[in-house]
């Protein structure tokens, strides 16, 4: 085939002044039919992407969320949109998936504003306007990221997001129906159809039939004759779709016949490239491929299926079995049915409170329990997929289990107390953590290959999950004692349940102590085995020591009698600032061996979060203090 290219390269400038070559017939100009079920039959199968495989289903997640923001376009799921992306590219086009939020950015680039306000865009509307700002784009991208203003930088992430998506558009190309032969002599050499169309890849694999005919042609050329005008036209538009398609595609589909799960994968362009030799192994693959492809564009889904099924035998069975998992995982959505439980369950107990019914607060803590058992069900998955026995390896996996761990002691100290409070500490961190979990997995593939210093051994695994179990206690630790506030705030004279509160926080401090003592050592332990050293006052380990002192500080204070129980309860529930600050706020210093938990973006709502936990502690303790002061002077008095 490069043989051919070459040749082509030579003779077409020779001809130019003899021949004025028409445009070949485009048949992705005609309306395609493609099958309604082309997104579920493709979701399955395995891709490499970002240095992991994954399966269809959730690349197009991905891909989505980088131009929607979100992983449906209304009732269209991420998996019709691709498909639709890879098959019928021109349909693609006009379908408005490009969402620009900045008003500023749409003045910048002239666009016109939508009346409905969510300023969605087409392939089609972008595409020049972006090709205009290439020069600009490349400039803006030689500055340092300081350098660059807002509308810079969002500028920079729609460019890249545009040319993305116009790249795995043309991953197909060379197997879908794209040229067409009208010289039935030429068709029937080739054994291809005659004015009809056929894909890259069945001329490729008769390579070593148009080659002697390019050949021949190169040696003896008549303008006049139609089968050369045909060889000429074919070869051109070869050459064109070899040069121009392979340049864009970028769906690595084609797995190796060994390894699949650490060897790179091929695009199937790169699988025709004329450098590369394709194995037996990747002609079959791009056999199946193109054949499920073909069924799919004339709506045939149960041809489809059967080839997708054989190509996934060309996979290896681990491959097929991650896929199937993840698979499963993105269609189960854990995490967000879970929180529809725990706001559902926090209903149910909101109206066990009006209506005094304790079968509704069990109701509650039946229904929180299903998603715990979901949130359980997800890390799961999790765990499976990535193939390490730790829950937690980034920041985003940090704040689910987090989050699962506040709602686990919340229902454990519910079902000890059953008064609802319980409830209330489990469903709140619950809820909010999962917020903060999706707009983590709103910014990309949350299982992606981890930093070297974190992909490493059995204490790093046993260092993240004890300390991130201590960091769930602590919080829990902190809203008992919130509560404890605000009830001795709004009902001071109930002494029995403000002590069983009392010792409900001191119990799960101790619980978090533990935790986090046992967390910071083992961190030692990993720090020495991946760094030399066990202890470097790294800002992160500086932050782990730093939620240790504090509760510290709180217990030495209640057994030393320097603090009293007001004391103790103010200071136990700024214990969540600490946990954040050493959680997130070293992160966002940017320095350390531990910056790998970076967050960008993230400085605001950290001190939206602090400030509302400080003023939520401070202004009932106050308010207690300065009405127990008075009511000891009056006290006082009424003795004297």
């Not at 699962?404 to 619950?430: M, N, Q, S």
């Not at 919080?475 to 009392?502: E, H």
């Not at 030495?556 to 309860?569: P, R, S």
């Amino acid at each position: 085939m490069p043989r051919i290219l070459i040749i082509l390269g030579l003779l077409i400038p020779c001809l130019a002044t003899a021949q004025t070559q028409a445009d070949p017939r485009s048949p992705q100009a005609e309306t395609r039919n493609l099958s309604p079920d082309a997104g579920e039959i493709l979701a399955p199968l395995a891709v490499q992407n970002e240095g992991r495989t994954k399966p269809l289903d959730s690349f197009a997640r991905f891909n989505l969320l980088a131009c929607y923001h979100q992983s449906k376009i209304g009732k269209i799921s991420a998996a019709d949109w691709l498909a639709q992306l890879l098959l019928d590219p021109n349909t693609a086009y006009e379908v408005k998936c490009f969402r620009i939020r900045n008003e500023d950015l749409l003045a910048d680039l002239g666009l016109p504003k939508r009346d409905d306000g969510k300023h969605v865009y087409s392939f089609n509307e972008l595409r020049k306007v972006i090709d205009d700002q290439r020069s600009r784009v490349q400039a803006v991208s030689a500055r340092d990221k300081d350098e660059r203003t807002l509308i810079e930088s969002q500028l920079l992430k729609l460019y890249s997001t545009v040319h993305g998506y116009f790249s795995i558009s043309r991953s197909f190309t060379c197997l879908t129906p794209e040229i067409v032969i009208d010289n039935a002599q030429l068709a029937q050499e080739l054994k291809l159809p005659h004015g009809k169309p056929f894909s890259f890849f069945q001329l490729h694999q008769r390579r070593n039939t148009l080659r002697p005919l390019v050949e021949k042609l190169h040696a003896h050329y008549d303008g006049a004759n139609p089968y050369h005008q045909a060889v000429l036209q074919l070869g051109t538009q070869l050459r064109d779709m070899q040069q121009r398609e392979s340049h864009f595609a970028s769906l690595t589909i084609i797995p190796p016949a060994d390894d699949p799960i650490l060897k790179t994968w091929l695009t199937p362009w790169q699988v025709l490239d004329g450098e590369h030799h394709a194995t037996e192994h990747e002609i079959k693959a791009m056999t199946e491929l193109e054949a499920a492809i073909t069924a799919l564009i004339h709506g045939d889904s149960t041809t489809a299926t059967q080839h997708i099924t054989t190509l996934q035998s060309v996979s290896s069975d681990k491959v097929n079995a991650l896929a199937k998992a993840e698979l499963s995982y993105n269609r189960l959505d854990a995490f967000t049915n879970s929180l529809a439980f725990y706001l559902f369950g926090f209903l149910l107990l909101c109206l066990s409170w009006l209506f005094a019914g304790k079968q509704l607060r069990w109701a509650s803590w039946s229904v929180i329990l299903i998603g715990l058992l979901l949130h359980t069900a997800g890390i799961i998955l999790r765990m499976y997929i990535r193939g390490r026995p730790a829950p937690v390896t980034n920041i985003y996996e940090s704040v689910i289990f987090v989050g699962f761990t506040c709602v686990l002691l919340g229902l454990i100290i519910e079902f000890r107390r059953r008064d609802g409070l319980g409830l209330i500490i489990a469903v709140i961190p619950g809820a909010i953590l999962h917020f903060v979990g999706f707009k983590y997995a709103a910014e990309g593939d949350t299982m992606g290959r981890l930093v070297a210093v974190l992909d490493s051994n059995f204490w790093l695994s046993t260092h993240v999950v004890t300390i991130t179990i201590g960091y769930g206690a602590a919080s829990i630790a902190g809203l008992i004692a919130m509560s404890y506030l605000y009830v001795r705030l709004f009902n001071p004279n109930n002494k029995t349940l403000l002590q069983s509160i009392s010792k409900n926080f001191i119990g799960v401090t101790l619980l978090a102590l533990l935790f986090c003592i046992v967390g910071t050592i083992l961190g030692g332990i990993w720090g020495d085995q991946s760094w030399g050293r066990f202890w470097g006052w790294d800002p992160k380990e500086n932050g782990a020591l730093l939620i240790c002192l504090w509760l510290l500080i709180v217990l030495h204070g209640k057994w030393g009698k320097q603090l009293k129980e007001l004391g103790i309860a103010t200071m136990l529930s700024l214990t969540s600032i600490t946990v954040l600050l050493a959680w997130f706020g070293v992160n966002l210093l940017g320095v350390g061996l531990h910056n790998y938990g970076f967050t960008e973006g993230a400085a605001r709502n950290l001190a939206i979060a602090c400030g509302s936990i400080f003023l939520l502690t401070v202004i009932p303790s106050v308010i207690i203090f300065i009405r127990d002061a008075a009511q000891a002077k009056t006290k006082a008095q009424a003795k004297t």
